[in-house]
């Protein structure tokens, strides 16, 4: 068997289980275009919302990417008055939500220069009181999580349409996320898997003559229900709508998010101008390895390991002790505190602005750590296999966040595959 047929059985196989077993032909895989036209809230089961033409984010200069940070709580509202604010979710955990009480004396600072018009994690708000709201009245809308519903998709159309600065915020919204993960799958093997064949929902479903799966619409003597429409293929904000700044992160840390708040206290105090159109607010050019303290020492890695499973040293890169940490293949910005606390970066605040595919990026990483001596460049094969196949879970690690914005985008079957 040759090289590379191994690799691709003992590693690969683990990623190209999970594409031929996903169930989407190509082209569903293409609905997003062909869903351009289809208003959100009626939006067909399995369709995506329509993608529109997402910049790149871009990186203009250090001064841009870093505007003052605020030092300082600031008193009383702007000269011009109280801005208006939303912070709104979508297929996310929440996180992103409450990572904003993270600056937190500074949170006095929101609310003496914002008015707060909605942001249901936090205080009650009606649709109905959004959609009053004049277009672009709203000067600042905070969108977190990823797209992978009809709701999703409407209101971030509607914060769209409210807000004059709609900034993506967090992973989900930038990439995808952990949500993007899901297009591995499609709905139906989503839906069947949760509510059939999760131990608990298992043991529900054994209780009924049939099983009890969450239908889109419901005629109820009130009235007919509707729950949100399941798509099949998450994507980013920026893939839906415009975005005018990113703010990376799972969740964005507390660093990143003081620079957002300086840029706009700069803006709405001082008349500061904003940072420009695209750019990714309290984040850097460089790779997190360049501000992760650890000492690196470019050892080969001949075994992976996880945290738990050796005594982590304090002060040595992980990577050098075993541990993948995604770290090389990552943008700075954070602070390392993952690093610094002995657990690996995971990659929330992305690739940087010279690569692509976060992914692939990670993987060359890996490879240039291979056991390479000196005085011998060539690396056995059953070698190179044994340690990738350490790696468990290769997809799910390397575009743990990105995988909806990267190359692959979604699990597809081949013409003829399974
Ligand atoms: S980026 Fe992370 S913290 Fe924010 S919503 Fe997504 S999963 Fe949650
Ligand atoms: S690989 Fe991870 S631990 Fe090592 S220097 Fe880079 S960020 Fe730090």
Redesign the pocket.
């Known amino acids: 068997m040759s090289f590379i047929s191994k690799l691709k059985e003992k590693f690969f196989k683990k990623v190209g289980d999970k594409i031929e077993d996903a169930a989407i032909k190509p082209e569903e895989a293409a609905a997003p275009a062909a869903a351009e036209a289809a208003p959100a809230p009626e939006a067909d089961a399995g369709a995506a919302p329509a993608i529109v033409d997402s910049p790149v984010p871009q990186l203009v200069s250090d001064k841009a990417l870093f505007p003052p940070e605020l030092k300082a709580i600031l008193p009383g509202p702007p000269p011009g008055g109280k801005i208006k604010f939303a912070h709104y979710w979508g297929a996310g955990c929440g996180g992103c939500d409450v990572s904003l009480l993270d600056i937190r004396e500074k949170i006095l600072t929101v609310n003496d220069m914002a008015e707060i018009v909605f942001w249901p994690i936090a205080m009650d708000g009606k649709v109905k009181d959004l959609e009053a709201l004049d277009d672009g009245e709203i000067t600042v809308t905070l969108f977190n999580g990823a797209v992978r519903n009809s709701e999703n998709e409407h209101m971030l159309k509607l914060l769209r349409q409210k807000s004059t600065l709609l900034v993506s915020y967090g992973a989900c919204a930038m990439w995808g996320g952990m949500p993007g993960l899901a297009n591995l799958h499609n709905t139906e093997e989503i839906k069947k898997y949760v509510y059939t064949e999760t131990p608990t929902m298992k043991a529900f479903q054994d209780t009924q003559p049939s099983p009890v799966i969450p239908q889109e619409k419901y005629q109820a003597p009130e009235g007919e229900l509707h729950i949100p429409v399941l798509y099949d293929t998450v994507v980013a904000a920026d893939d839906v709508v415009d975005v005018d700044y990113y703010v990376p992160g799972c969740p964005p840390q507390q660093t990143s998010i003081e620079v957002l708040l300086g840029a706009l206290v700069g803006h709405v105090y001082n008349g500061a101008d904003l940072p420009p159109k695209g750019t990714i607010i309290g984040a850097s050019e460089k790779?997190?390895?360049e501000?992760?303290?650890?000492k690196?020492e470019n050892r080969r890695i001949t075994k992976v390991v996880e945290p738990h499973e050796i005594d982590v040293d304090p002060d040595l890169?992980?990577?050098?002790q075993g541990?993948l940490?995604?770290?090389?293949a990552?943008r700075a910005g954070c602070g390392?505190p993952c690093?610094m606390g002995g657990q690996?970066?995971r990659g929330c605040y992305g690739p940087t602005g010279a690569v692509s595919e976060q992914g692939a990026s990670m993987l060359t990483a890996v490879a240039s750590l291979f056991p390479v001596l000196d005085n011998d460049a060539l690396i056995d094969e059953d070698v190179i296999i044994d340690i990738m196949s350490q790696v468990k879970d290769p997809l799910g690690y390397f575009y743990q966040f990105t995988l909806a914005k990267s190359l692959i985008k979604r699990a597809v079957k081949e013409k003829g595959g399974k």
């Open positions: 790779t997190l390895c501000e992760c303290p650890r690196k890169c992980l990577m050098d541990i940490c995604m770290g090389p990552t390392s690093t690996p970066c």
